[in-house]
């Protein structure tokens, strides 16, 4: 397997790229809700949400991965309102190999799924997203990231 590539994410392209999502949504709906799968999808979901004027907001909660090594789902808190999820908006923040929306998809068969961001491996599972990144690339999101000071080149490279 290639090393992976980080691609980093500010909270403004996470913004400009939540509100292009609910762009493409707008003319779907009208949406009962918004389901949001935590922990990623949660700052997602809250700007579609707010860009569509859904007040229902659902949650489910799956733990996939543990720092950057991917362990079997697990489902420790499914969506209460949502029914099948027909009529519902599910969001996450990315679709990667399918795992969390395969499983998410079988509790919630009826909801249209939407992420901001889409792997090749995931993104037959999706009904709708904004950007396709390539299966190596490792997305640095805000929320998992903080911005520092760096020295410059000059400072550290050999003399």
Do not use: N
């Not at 939540?18 to 762009?23: D, E, R, T």
């Not at 949502?82 to 923040?93: I, K």
């Not at 009826?110 to 995931?122: C, E, L, N, Q, V």
């Not at 990144?133 to 000071?149: A, G, H, K, N, R």
């Amino acid at each position: 397997m290639a090393a992976p590539h980080y691609f980093t994410v500010t909270w403004d392209q996470l913004h400009r790229d939540s509100k292009a999502l609910a762009w493409r949504l707008l003319e779907r709906g009208p949406w009962k809700g918004v389901v949001a799968i935590t922990r990623g999808g949660l700052i997602p979901a809250a700007i579609v949400a707010r860009e569509l004027e859904c007040r229902m907001i659902e949650t489910v909660s799956v733990i996939t991965y543990d720092e950057e090594d991917r362990g079997e789902p697990k489902m420790v808190k499914a969506p209460v309102a949502a029914g099948d999820g027909t009529g519902w908006l599910l969001v996450d923040d990315l679709v990667d190999t399918g795992t969390t929306a395969r499983l998410v998809r079988g509790v919630l068969p009826g909801a249209h799924f939407a992420t901001i961001y889409a792997k090749p491996a995931g993104k037959p599972l999706v009904d709708t997203f904004v950007t396709e990144v390539s299966q190596d690339t490792w997305i640095l999101f805000p929320w998992d990231t903080e911005v520092q000071f760096v020295a410059p080149i000059a400072k550290s490279a050999p003399r």
